[in-house]
């Protein structure tokens, strides 16, 4: 349970880095907001990596490289699922910013934390 705790917390310092981007991308320089949800999920996802590796999962005395690989795997799945959820929830004429929070709390808690924990971060 302590291992899921700081997942969360993780993933809250990735997606605060994710939300400030996708924010910023689509105020401030008028990014188109699936694009700006995507280079949120490239800097979070970079942040979050981090953060598991040598912190939630405590996982460092495997090679990065080979759990990068994994994550980077695992990544691409979250980035479909989260550009999806942007696309469709917009579409249906929801804020990005709301849009963006409920698709990337589904998205860890049903997709992200099981994998990271069971494949990229698994310590036998």
């Known amino acids: 349970m302590f291992t899921f705790l700081k ?6 310092v990735a997606s605060a880095c ?13 990014v188109n907001v699936v694009i700006a949800g995507i ?8 942040i979050h990596f981090i953060i598991g590796r040598h912190w939630v999962f405590v996982a460092n005395k495997t090679k990065a490289f080979g759990q990068a690989k994994k ?4 990544w691409l799945g979250n980035l479909v699922l989260n ?7 917009t579409k249906l004429g ?4 709301v849009t963006k929070v409920v698709t990337s709390i ?6 992200n934390y099981p994998f990271q924990k069971g494949y990229v971060f698994k310590t036998d």
């Open 7 to 12: 997942a969360n917390i993780a993933s809250l």
């Open 18 to 30: 994710d939300y400030l981007v996708t924010i910023i991308a689509v105020q401030f320089f008028s």
């Open 39 to 46: 280079t949120g999920t490239v800097c979070g996802g970079i």
């Open 71 to 74: 994550y980077f795997l695992v």
């Open 83 to 89: 550009a999806t959820g942007m696309y469709v929830f």
């Open 94 to 97: 929801v804020n990005y910013i």
């Open 106 to 111: 589904l998205v860890a808690v049903a997709y």
